[in-house]
């Protein structure tokens, strides 16, 4: 499963040692300071050439107090003492997913019943970083156009915000493509899941809600005070 959390980093990033301050600054004092500003200033250029991807190193030897950076996380992680999700679920940020098992393949309307008796609903997308969600199967999301044809709504009544919409494409196929083969009344609810290496983020299909699915239900983590 391979999972990047929506939350920025935060400022806890950096651990600012406080500034030994002096009375006088003599002027030895201050040319020792200006050439380890230049020598710091050319090792960061060098740096900046080297790799253009460290700004973070560009801007911590720029610095003149001294700066130590600690290895940074790009997921922010609650101790489970502090965010809570219960047993079975999975927490990401503030968030907590169920992947329901395969021996519990049920259509969308039943998954998402399932999903709010375990006090959740089925997940709604909401970031490029939370489509990444995976692990391997395919699911019912909360995503569905059974009210009104063609317009794809979550479960919170939200429409979907077509730059965050992750329809599956090929040359062959677009989806959503509502085909009626299998089920002479179309495809109304939304599938992730296929291919999700060779199409990128794209993996959405559109299904008869009647298919049997796994399905992935979210609800917000329980903050417990520390
Ligand atoms: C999907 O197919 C059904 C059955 O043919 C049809 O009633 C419906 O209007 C179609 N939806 C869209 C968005 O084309
Ligand atoms: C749709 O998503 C984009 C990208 O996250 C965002 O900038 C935009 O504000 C969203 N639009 C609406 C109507 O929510």
């Not at 950096?14 to 040319?31: C, G, K, N, W």
């Not at 290895?71 to 999975?90: F, I, K, M, R």
């Not at 965050?164 to 509502?178: M, S, V």
Request: contains cysteine.
């Amino acid at each position: 499963m391979i999972f990047v959390s929506s939350i920025p980093q935060t400022s806890a990033d950096f651990e600012i040692e406080a500034p030994q301050r002096r009375s006088v600054v003599t002027v030895e004092r201050a040319a020792l300071v200006v050439l380890s500003v230049l020598l710091l200033a050319s090792v960061s250029a060098l740096i900046g050439v080297l790799s253009v991807n460290r700004p973070c190193l560009l801007k911590s030897a720029a610095k003149e107090e001294e700066t130590k950076t600690t290895s940074t996380s790009a997921v922010p992680t609650y101790p489970n003492n502090v965010a809570q999700c219960g047993e079975d679920w999975e927490l990401h940020g503030i968030k907590c997913y169920y992947f329901s098992p395969l021996s519990a393949k049920l259509p969308w309307k039943e998954s998402r019943k399932m999903c709010q008796k375990l006090k959740g609903d089925l997940v709604k997308i909401e970031s490029r970083e939370e489509q990444m969600i995976d692990n391997g199967d395919k699911f019912w999301i909360g995503l569905t156009d059974s009210e009104a044809e063609g317009q794809w709504v979550w479960t919170d009544g939200s429409p979907l915000n077509s730059s965050l919409a992750f329809w599956f494409a090929n040359d062959d196929n677009k989806e959503p493509d509502n085909w009626t083969v299998e089920d002479p009344e179309g495809e109304d609810c939304a599938r992730m899941g296929e291919h999700p290496f060779i199409e990128g983020l794209k993996w959405w299909h559109d299904r008869s809600c009647q298919k049997k699915q796994r399905s992935i239900c979210e609800k917000t983590a329980k903050i417990l005070q520390a």
